[in-house]
């Protein structure tokens, strides 16, 4: 496993693997365990998704030891606000065991109850990541589909800088201005829908260049993210495809087949826009 080293100095795994929409119970706590015997190092979940239990089983279950695991989780748009945030925080640490998280993330930028006061909601709101970060509960803070001019309001009105910015981002929807921003600012990004929800398999550019260097389409996308110095969390259940979407250390891509996969148009968003989203 290869690492990328935050601006505080915490080593992060360069991919992770995602859990969204796995449900809780034998198919998440399967899908951990054989994550992490596969070599991933790098757990994401959230409390949204439910199954942060079920993440902390399927760790138990590897035998692997809890600190050489990195774990992600976010804090929910019903629970924003100061207290509210703390008091979510402590229900994920319950569920997901131990003393620490390794990553927390505010989930979203706008939720729909705060959208007419987003702005004093984030303060507030990250206020309660820094004193966990300060109180050593959290390794590293950071945000999740935040864009610019999210993350201009937030260090403007922070003391501790966001360390991650996990957003959508796949060939054809590569957020560029975003990945720009953060990088300026020494925020790693993570990249969700890494593999675009399969959608792009069968785009032309991207069959072209699995075929090229040998790959797999997935396999291809997954490297692009890290090639573009972006950490991946692809999801599956399926152990042949978790093994799969892991096994992309041993090639890089090339400026041509790079500026082949910039090229595709035909994907775009597939989430919501942070600005507009309905929940």
């Not at 993330?105 to 702005?119: E, F, G, S, T």
């Not at 090639?251 to 929940?279: A, K, N, W, Y």
């Amino acid at each position: 496993m290869n690492y990328k080293t935050l601006y505080n100095g915490v080593k992060i795994p360069e991919i992770g693997y995602g859990t969204y929409k796995t449900p809780a119970g034998d198919i998440c706590e399967n899908g951990v365990r054989t994550a992490i015997e596969t070599g991933y190092r790098l757990i994401d979940t959230a409390a949204f998704y439910g199954n942060e239990k079920s993440v902390k089983d399927g760790i138990i279950d590897s035998n692997i030891c809890r600190n050489d695991i990195f774990i992600t989780t976010k804090l929910w748009n019903d629970d924003h606000g100061y207290d509210n945030t703390l008091r979510a925080f402590e229900k994920s640490l319950e569920n997901l065991g131990g003393d620490y998280i390794d990553l927390y993330l505010i989930h979203w930028p706008v939720p729909l109850k705060h959208r007419d006061d987003w702005q004093n909601d984030i303060k507030d709101t990250w206020r309660a990541f820094e004193r966990l970060y300060d109180e050593k509960a959290v390794r590293a803070v950071g945000v999740s589909n935040f864009l610019p001019h999210h993350l201009d309001y937030l260090l403007a009105n922070a003391n501790v800088m966001p360390m991650v910015n996990q957003i959508e981002i796949h060939v054809g929807y590569p957020e560029t201005e975003t990945v720009n921003y953060c990088k300026d600012k020494g925020i790693a990004v993570e990249a969700w829908a890494p593999i675009a929800k399969a959608k792009a398999f069968d785009i032309p550019e991207i069959k072209h260049v699995a075929e090229t260097t040998g790959k797999t389409p997935a396999q291809v996308l997954i490297r692009w993210c890290i090639d573009k110095g972006v950490i991946p969390l692809p999801k599956s259940v399926t152990p042949e495809r978790i093994v799969e979407n892991f096994n992309v250390s041993d090639f890089t891509l090339s400026e041509e087949e790079m500026r082949i996969l910039d090229g595709v148009t035909d994907i775009g968003r597939l989430g919501s826009h942070p600005d507009d989203c309905r929940f």
